[in-house]
């Protein structure tokens, strides 16, 4: 989440230069989702591991079918295995999911290991107060992010394709760029490729959205504020099943975006979403 100028803080007689590319509001905006993101994905599995299933519909009409589901069976010899099971499907998972061990080395029955959620020990009440307030805080955070960059333009002129960038060709190459590893430079760097805008749009358009209004559909409170928001969802519990599957695309996208910057220059990307400054050498082609 950018903003990119098109004026130098410090232009060089020789090669390189040095352009103001994210506004003050973009950085701390991002650190804060950053930070916000973090405990809500590990605090919402320590909820999820209250009951680690995930059905369609208000109630979840085929409570023993579930669409998702992680749980633990034991062996002939009395050990526990976990299993992941999607659909009809199931994978053995000891170890990492349904069955993991405890800070004692203790093998036990868990959804999701101790080390990806907040508390990392069982606590339900805990985890569900974690989340609520990280919640509260990302949605102000967010819309600060989508006030600051309408009335600076942000929005608009650095995440909105242009009509050369939809051309289908346009799109194809940068998908071939990607693959290869090939990374914009010079003057190219400073705007964003189709591949990217796509990518910003749709997480902050549609991913988070659409995690901030299911998660509003699971509160019994805000059902009776807005009830229509249940029924937009087709219930309750698919709006659990939806919330669950936008999380884990917003992990993927984590994931995509820290190897980008890895891969494309970490201290240069780093260094401007701190400072707000970017380096780039338009003539040699370096960034």
């Not at 990119?4 to 509001?25: C, G, Q, T, Y």
């Amino acid at each position: 989440m950018t903003d990119i100028r098109e004026a130098d803080l410090a232009p060089s007689p020789r090669l390189k230069r040095v352009v103001f590319r994210h506004a003050l509001v973009t950085r701390v905006t991002h650190w804060i989702n950053l930070i916000c993101v973090i405990i809500l994905l590990m605090s919402g599995l320590q909820i999820f591991n209250a009951h680690p299933a995930l059905y369609w519909g208000q109630f979840g009409a085929d409570a023993d079918k579930p669409l998702f589901e992680i749980g633990s069976d034991e062996s002939s010899d009395g050990r526990l295995t976990g299993f992941a099971k999607i659909g009809s499907a199931t994978l053995n998972t000891t170890g990492v999911l349904g069955v993991s061990a405890n800070p004692n080395g203790e093998i036990v029955e868990r959804g999701f290991p101790r080390f990806v959620t907040l508390p990392a020990y069982r606590d339900l009440s805990l985890g569900r107060r974690w989340h609520f307030f990280f919640a509260w805080l990302f949605v102000a955070n967010l819309l600060v992010y989508y006030v600051g960059g309408i009335a600076s333009g942000h929005l608009r002129r650095d995440l909105l394709p242009n009509r050369a960038q939809l051309q289908p060709n346009a799109i194809w190459r940068d998908f071939v760029d990607h693959l290869r590893l090939k990374f914009p430079r010079g003057e190219e760097a400073r705007h964003y490729n189709p591949l990217q805008k796509f990518a910003y749009l749709g997480v902050i358009g549609v991913l988070l959205p659409t995690m901030i209004l299911t998660g509003l559909s699971m509160s019994p409170g805000m059902d009776a504020i807005l009830p229509w928001l249940v029924t937009l969802f087709q219930g309750r519990q698919s709006a659990r099943t939806i919330h669950f599957i936008a999380a884990n695309l917003i992990v993927l996208f984590i994931f995509v975006h820290v190897a980008m910057v890895l891969l494309a220059g970490p201290i240069n990307e780093l260094r401007s979403m701190i400072t707000g400054k970017f380096v780039i050498y338009p003539e040699d082609g370096h960034a």
